[in-house]
């Protein structure tokens, strides 16, 4: 008979084993609390880096004319910008907070599969290694979008197309390892007792990412070969003059590409579904049906792929029957935001810091919603399509969604993986001054999208320069803000106030009386199987 048994430092048990230190215990590390934070410093690296190509891209946007890059160097930082947030910040970070807390979560005493996990993150950084080492090529790096559409990636693009095919294949090795790892944890290592139905919601967003992860990455890497091999070996799978067509490399790119946004944004739905309830100090309102509807969002998601193609003239049938779908993705998204505004509702809440990031993300990622529904009208996409107004809804959704969801769950969990206390005062000024930039950076770019103001340009007509002035002090004002996350980061990491083991229980400024019910999600030693 097996039973539950209070667990002991795996740190210490772990390190027991494996006496390196330094750097050698982090190359050699299988412990999914080291891995998960390698993952995590990785991430935070790229997106300071990714920030900072951003930041380019907002200061030559400053002003009408060219004044500080050449528009092909421009289209490179677009082009990196979007991919090394995309797959350096936030899958990275998501896969971070997967390794640290789906063992905690499960009472499991590491992943399934530790040296694997190891292997997914040391490949990691190769990958951007090669990526970012194009940009410094003769011809300089990739220029056409994140997206990489044919021709431009295959007949029109540089040699350096090879390095960033090479680097898009290592991140999806990374990817499918890792989302392999999450399943068979989640399968085999829970404790005694645990029923799917009482999974930690976070555990659950992440089971559904790692199937959706599998399902799309290889569609992917079939993309990024056939680009290869259509540059360099005269196949022309892209190529009309060779009986190919550009179109099918939208349907293959966008088929890997809508589901990915989700596998971007299922795991802050989960991450919220853990916080709001700590800080309102109720159950989480209707646990079921927010399972069944992050199942039903992973499901849709593979059949709403061509509303980014409205425009490429595909027959009526097919623009009503992806506008629908895409529309019927609102549902289940509708209901979660409802489950979490409902759990807050006569709630003793108080606003923590994780709490601030919360709330601003079911505020804003609705916004962006609201602003994807209005992109489903394929009438109206006709007018939105390429333009700013596009830019400006798939940020809201990605920044004030995934990115914001990311730094509550790392203000959440920060107190119980370093066992200090952040600086409360700083992190309430880094939410406050990211709340009020990020605004002013991305919500002035619906007008001027729907004024027709063209995405990926380094250039622009004369009436957009007023606004195209705000935004860039917005993103100026943004990007500094997250150089103060990074100081409560460090600052919280050597050291602090020491924190009890349910470290929310007794939640700043909150009186607590004998009778009061204990939040519905604390910290407490996970449990392991002996």
């Not at 934070?37 to 009408?64: C, D, H, K």
């Not at 905690?104 to 951007?128: E, H, K, Q, T, V």
């Amino acid at each position: 008979m097996s039973s539950i048994v209070e667990q002991p430092n795996a740190n210490e048990a772990h390190h027991a084993h494996h006496p390196a230190k330094g750097f050698k215990r982090w190359l050699y590390t299988t412990n999914h609390k080291d891995i998960g934070s390698l993952y995590l410093i990785f991430s935070l690296t790229m997106f300071l880096i990714g920030g900072a190509m951003a930041m380019v891209i907002r200061a030559e946007l400053f002003q009408p004319g060219l004044q500080l890059v050449d528009p092909h160097f421009f289209n490179q930082m677009t082009t990196v910008h979007g991919l090394i947030m995309v797959f350096g910040a936030v899958m990275p970070a998501f896969t971070g907070l997967a390794n640290w807390m789906i063992p905690l979560m499960i009472g499991a005493p590491d992943m399934a599969l530790p040296r694997m996990n190891n292997w997914s993150f040391w490949i990691l950084p190769f990958a951007f290694l090669i990526l970012l080492a194009s940009l410094f090529m003769p011809g300089g790096g990739p220029a056409f979008g994140w997206t990489f559409y044919a021709p431009l990636s295959t007949t029109y693009s540089n040699d350096n197309t090879a390095l960033f095919v090479f680097a898009v294949h290592i991140m999806g090795i990374s990817s499918i390892m890792g989302a392999i790892n999450v399943i068979v944890t989640i399968v085999n290592l829970r404790a005694p007792g645990m029923t799917w139905m009482k999974l930690p919601l976070f555990v659950w967003t992440w089971l559904i990412t790692a199937f959706l992860l599998i399902a799309v990455m290889p569609v992917l890497a079939g993309a990024v070969t056939m680009v290869l091999t259509d540059k360099y070996f005269a196949t022309s799978f892209f190529d009309a003059a060779g009986g190919g067509d550009p179109v099918m490399f939208q349907h293959i790119f966008w088929f890997f590409g809508h589901p990915e946004v989700y596998i971007m944004i299922l795991p802050a739905f989960g991450i919220i579904s853990t916080i709001v309830p700590t800080f309102s100090r109720k159950k989480l309102f209707g646990y079921a049906s927010m399972v069944y509807a992050t199942s039903s969002i992973a499901l849709l998601s593979f059949i709403v792929w061509a509303h980014h193609m409205f425009t490429t003239g595909m027959p009526v049938a097919g623009e009503l029957f992806f506008m629908y779908a895409t529309m019927l993705i609102s549902v289940p998204t509708g209901v979660k935001v409802f489950n979490w505004v409902a759990t807050m509702w006569k709630g003793s809440i108080t606003f923590e810091v994780p709490m601030l990031f919360s709330i601003a993300f079911i505020v804003l990622f609705t916004l962006g919603g609201f602003s994807g529904l209005m992109l489903a009208i394929t009438p109206a996409d006709f007018q939105y399509h390429d333009t700013y107004f596009v830019v400006a809804h798939f940020h809201y959704v990605l920044v004030t969604g995934a990115v914001f969801s990311i730094m509550a769950g790392a203000y959440y969990w920060l107190p119980k993986w370093t066992g200090n206390m952040f600086n409360i005062t700083l992190a309430k000024w880094h939410f406050w001054l990211s709340l009020v930039s990020v605004n002013v950076l991305f919500f002035p770019m619906h007008f001027v999208g729907l004024a027709g103001m063209p995405r990926r340009i380094p250039d622009y007509a004369l009436q957009f320069a007023d606004f195209n002035a705000i935004i860039s002090i917005g993103g100026f004002a943004f990007g500094l803000s997250q150089l103060l996350f990074v100081a409560v980061v460090i600052k919280c990491a050597r050291g602090g106030d020491k924190v009890p083991a349910k470290v929310w229980e007794g939640a700043e400024g909150l009186e607590w009386e004998v009778d009061s019910p204990a939040p519905y999600h604390t910290f407490s030693t996970p449990p392991v199987i002996k």
